[in-house]
């Protein structure tokens, strides 16, 4: 339904599609929000606001970032992270942290990995450290490039 209510709501059309997902958002963000369940990819969108360039995107962008990234420290299938990729290509959300103005640089990804024990990390069911969140930011920027087809 995401494609199509985005679609809608640029023609500032109410419809079925646009309805399901205003739902699901509202649900989600109170069950999430209480349950944890998107507790790294707030950690994530919270390092990436903190580098230069980091708060020209908006918050529900850097958390869409922040979602590969947290599916990739859960170990879920490369085809799962694919399709997330193949629809925030749809819809315009980003797979890549230049997509949200932010360098991939080794500056920005300790600023993304800062203190780790005292961020939502701890949260997660099993340990990280910030040397982990890096690697982790570097496997979602390297399967963005291959996901493009680009040649980093």
């Known amino acids: 339904w995401g494609a199509q209510a985005k679609k809608d709501n640029e023609k500032h059309q109410v ?11 509202v649900l989600m963000s109170g069950l999430g929000f209480e349950n944890v369940g998107c507790a790294a990819s707030h950690v994530i969108c919270n390092g990436i606001t903190a580098c230069p360039g980091g708060d020209r995107s908006l918050h529900g962008e850097k958390v869409a970032y922040g979602i590969l990234c947290q ?3 859960e170990g879920a299938p490369s085809e799962e992270i694919e399709e997330i990729m193949t ?15 932010v360098p991939a640089s080794e500056g920005n990804l300790q600023i993304i990995s800062k203190d780790t024990q005292n961020t939502e990390w701890t949260r997660e069911p099993f340990p990280m450290t910030d040397d982990d969140v890096k690697e982790i930011v570097r496997k979602v920027e390297k399967a963005g490039h291959q996901f493009r087809g ?3």
Request: overall charge negative.
């Open 15 to 25: 419809t079925e599609a646009l309805e399901r997902i205003i739902e699901a958002n």
């Open 71 to 73: 599916l990739t420290a």
């Open 87 to 101: 629809f925030y290509e749809e819809v315009g959300l980003p797979i890549l942290l230049e997509d949200l103005g």
């Open 150 to 152: 680009d040649s980093k």
